[in-house]
Structures are given as structure tokens and as C-alpha cells.
């Protein structure tokens, strides 16, 4: 893979591609871009279009990845003749760009903005297009002296400005002059011009403040590419998704979707539809960080002028998900008996019936983040297309498959009764993430408090939940919650939540990983240390024999038969080795719940409790 960088986009290209720790091309103009590639080989002085084609024959380049400035005209060329000598797909990484401001004068070159500005009788200017476009302004600035550009302070520049025989002293250095108020006020310009560089290019923070001054703003338009790339994408999880179907090597483990995300997708084509009457194959939506991202549409069915139905297929990427695959629908309806954006009770979707999920008791289970993501949606759409913007929307999303889908979730247990949530935070599901986890654990943990208990026992599984039920047979079942393999998180929102004591019962396979220091025990995070067992089995007085066999172990639960759980026949008298054990995984766990008390009991095969 092929990066042309050197932007803010080539930033975000590098930080994607890094994710995969493999090797791939990073190149820039020069090499004054401060950038850490952690698996990137950097190559800097420019292509032209015959020595990129060369570059990716050699290198046996599958993909370039364009994130290139907008107006990198010869770039954007060369990407293009190489892509298609090298039959190469190109993905384009996008900035946003802010909708076209009819107070702002738009050309589409240099010498329409030229002819604009002497009709007006333009003369003093402060142009903030770069330092590469002193020469396209020069038949301007020659016969004006008050022009002045801004330009980033690199020696290069300064040698651009010194080629085109411009006046030193009529640069501004752009790090020196931050403050565009105060500049605008200095230089008292009767007009700015700039380029139409997005939101990564600072274009509305400098444009807001001109017009608010009553400055004249003119704006080049950015040019169209030179080529069809095989995608657009304006982050990372767009680049990503782009990058796996292309090379579905380059990444272990691909990425999917939330069923926020496709609720969403959803029911904005089904509004989209509504409203325009277009049925669509894919619909574009916002995640929560506001990346514009792609997802397919499956089905459309319109039932009236005033309801339609859209289906997206839920993907979960590699992640085991036990939705994916799932029809996850959204109707939406047009309802002049209120204004409102209201979501109902679809086939498949749960319904809250416990406080403490940020939920009202009785709606659907839509969580808050993917109805922000839907709202917004529908109200984008309602002002683009509908001349009363005040009418209702209703909103039922539904997944037939839910109600059995979530008798292997999390949902009964914390009071979401009869189907799924519709959740995400992010909108992405990353591939074995620990988002949709840990998102389950904390809003356990939320019920809990809201339930008025002030003990919560945490545990990793059914079986060892069983044993430690005895201790406290009057806590009921919302009181227990499963940690899995992510003590940490839990322990973490047992604290956020206020709980004055929390009892962890651990089994020995997760002790030993917890007591070095590892909070997430998952065996792709961490391995057993036997280095560190037999460690603690010389401070706790442990036999030379008994320290000797650990080095054989393959699994930790063969401890209990290397080491007696009792020296002497006394059963409160618990050997060294496991009452250490315990205290190790208190002094890692202690900190994390500084207000409050945790008790944490070693559980044994047989369901003892060693404190």
C-alpha cells in the first residue's frame, strides 16, 4: 500500500494503517512533516507520474491511498495516470467541506478572482491560498502593492517567495498571526481570498470572521479529481472498511457495525425515501465523531405515501456478535398530531423495565447515542425536504430475530425484557472489541445503584457467581454482576457509581494473571507467568519441589494439586501461597475503588472461598 500524505488526512491514513502492524509506503513532498509511523517506510521528494509507476511496479503496490491537500493538482494527476497504467485502485480520503456560503464570491480560478477583483477596484488584498499560489496572483500583485499573503514558516516557503521575486516584507507567517481578527484588523483588506480547504484547512474559522467584519470574502473552488477512485471515505473507520475489502489481508481482524449505526442507516433511507421518493442502495450516516460513513441498504418497502420500511443487514466484521447477519428495520412515519421525533415498540426490540440505563421505563431499548445519531439524521432531512420542518416523525425500529437473539445477551438480567438493545457509543464495532462488553458490565453496574443497594459482587462467570451467592443469599440477582475478563472496567464502574463495597470472587486462572498486574485477563492480552508463580510460591514458603513442578504447569488450576490449599488439618488455616495470591490481586484492584471497601475471596475448584 501507497500513502500520498503529507495533510491532515495523511495523519489519519497513517494512524489507520498502523492498526494492522504491517508495513506500508508513507509518501510526502519533502520530509519536513513531523509524522510517527510506527510501521510506515517514509519516502519523501515527490513522485512525478512515470516514477510513482515505477515505484508501485516495483514494489508490487495494491492500493494508493490519496490523501493528498485538495488542491494538489499534479499529485491528484499522477495518482491517476498511475492508477490506471497500474490498474491500482485509489481510495480518496476526504476532508469536509462546509456547505457553499452565498455571501462568499466563488471562481474557479485565479484569473476569474483577478478580473473579479480589479472590476471592483480591489487593490489591497490579503490572500491566504498558500505560498504556492504567489505566482498564479502575480499579474494581481505587481500592479498592487498592498497585496499581502500568509504563509506556514519552513525555509521552503520562503525559497517559493524569493523565486517569484515577491517583497519579504509583505509575508505574514501564518504561526505568528493565529489570531484572524486581529490580523483582519492590522492589514484592513478590502478583500481576503482563500481556497475552499474544508474544515481540516481552518476554511469557516478565518470566512466567519471576515464576513462578520464586512470583508469581502473570495474563494477558489477546490477542483474536481482527476480520476475515479474506487472509494471516498472521510476518516478512519471509512478508510478502513475500504482498505479490508481491498486487501483483506492487510488486517487480521476486520471491523463491523453497531445496530445503532444500522438502525440508523435505516432510517435515514426510509426518510429519504419518504420524503424524495428515491429508493437507495447504500445510504451515507454520521457516526458520533461526525465521519461520514457508507452502509448498505437491503430492502425498501413502501406501504404509503406517509410510511416506508428500510432493512440494513447487520455486519459485525470479525467480532462474534451475535447479531450479525440479523435484518435490522426501521419504519418511519410522518404524523401530523405531534412534532416530535418519537421512537416506538418495534418486533424484536426489547423494552426497559428496570431504572438506571438512562432509559424511561417502558420505552423501546434504543440507547441514547444511537437515537442522538437518528434524530439528527431526520432532522437534517426534515429542513432539507420538508417545508413544515415541525411535522412528527415517528420511528419503529424492529428485529425480527431479537427476541431469541436475546436470551444470549445480557438484556433479561438488567430488566430489558422481550428483544435486543439498539446500542453503540462509537458506531463501529471493532473485532473482538471490548466495547459491547463493557458497555453490558457498566450498565449492570448502573441498575445495581439505581436498585438502593450499596454492596455489588462481581465474579466472572455463572460458576463461580453460584459459590459466592451463599455469602449473601438476600442480594437479589441484579446484585451479581459477571466481569468476564475485564476486572478493571468493572471494578472501575463500581467506583464511578458510588458503591461503598464490592466482593470479588476469582478463580486461580485469572488470580495469578490479575495479582501481576493485569487487569484485562483475556488470553490475547496476557499469558500465565510462570516466572511470577513461582515467585510468589518462594515468598509464601512454598517446598523446592512445589516451586519445581510450577515450571511444568500448562494450566493454572494444576496448582491446587501442587500445592495443599491446607498445611495442617485445620481448615481455616489456609497455606501462604493462596491467601498471598488473594492479597496481590487486592493490592492491584484497591486503588481503583479509592471511597470504597473490596473484599476479594480466591475460589477453589470445589467452590471454597479463601479470603
Known sequence: MLIIGGTTEGRIAVQTCDEANKPYYYSTKSDTQQIDCAHGIRVSGGFDAVEMTDFCRRNDIGLIIDAAHPFAINVHRNIGLTANVCDIPVVRIERKFPERNDQMHWFDTYTEAISYMEKQGITRLLALTGVNTIKALKDFWQRHEETY?????????????????????????????????????????????????????????????????????????????????????????????????????????????????????????????????????????????????????????????????????????????????????????????????????????????????????????????????????????????????????????????????????????????????????SGIVKPFSSEAFVNSIKAEVRVAKSMGLDRLVINSGAKSEKYLRALYPDLPSQGFVHYGNFIGETVKAAAEEGFKHLTMGVMIGKAVKLAEGNLDTHSKKVVMNKDFIRSLAQEAGCTSNEIEAISKITLAREIWEIIPKYRTKDPQTTTPFYTLLAHKCYEVCAPLIPEGTITIFLITESGELIH
Open 149 to 425: 499573503f500568509r504563509i506556514m514558516k519552513r525555509p521552503e516557503s520562503l525559497e517559493e517567495v524569493d523565486k517569484a521575486s515577491f517583497p519579504r516584507e509583505r509575508i505574514l507567517f501564518y504561526d505568528e498571526t493565529r489570531d484572524d481578527r486581529s490580523l483582519f484588523q492590522r492589514i484592513r483588506p478590502q478583500a481576503i481570498i482563500t481556497k475552499e480547504s474544508g474544515d481540516a484547512g481552518g476554511f469557516t474559522d478565518k470566512t466567519d470572521v471576515a464576513l462578520e467584519m464586512g470583508i469581502p470574502v473570495l474563494v477558489i473552488r477546490r477542483p474536481a479529481l482527476p480520476y475515479p477512485p474506487h472509494s471516498i471515505v472521510y476518516g478512519k473507520y471509512g478508510l478502513r472498511r475500504s482498505i479490508e475489502e481491498i486487501l483483506p489481508l492487510f488486517y487480521d481482524l476486520k471491523i463491523g457495525y453497531t445496530t445503532g449505526s444500522c438502525a440508523t442507516a435505516a432510517t435515514t433511507a426510509a426518510m429519504t425515501t419518504l420524503l424524495t421518493g428515491k429508493i437507495l442502495g447504500e445510504c451515507i450516516i454520521s457516526l458520533p465523531n461526525d465521519e461520514p460513513i457508507t452502509i448498505p441498504i437491503e430492502t425498501t418497502d413502501i406501504s404509503s405515501e406517509e410510511k416506508v420500511t428500510c432493512v440494513v443487514k447487520k455486519y459485525s466484521g470479525d467480532d462474534p456478535d451475535v447479531t450479525n447477519g440479523t435484518a435490522i428495520c426501521s419504519t418511519v412515519a410522518l404524523n401530523d398530531t405531534h412534532s416530535d421525533i418519537r421512537f416506538l415498540q418495534g418486533k424484536g426490540v426489547g423494552v426497559v423495565t428496570l431504572p438506571g440505563l438512562g432509559l424511561k421505563i417502558g420505552e423501546p431499548a434504543i440507547n441514547p447515542t444511537p437515537r442522538m445519531m437518528m434524530m439528527r439524521e431526520i432532522t437534517r432531512l426534515r429542513h432539507l425536504y420538508c417545508e413544515d420542518t415541525s411535522i412528527g416523525v415517528d420511528i419503529t425500529i424492529s428485529v425480527p430475530a431479537g427476541a431469541e437473539l436475546a436470551k444470549r445477551t445480557f438484556n433479561p438480567k438488567i430488566g430489558i425484557i422481550g428483544g435486543i438493545s439498539i446500542i453503540g457509543t
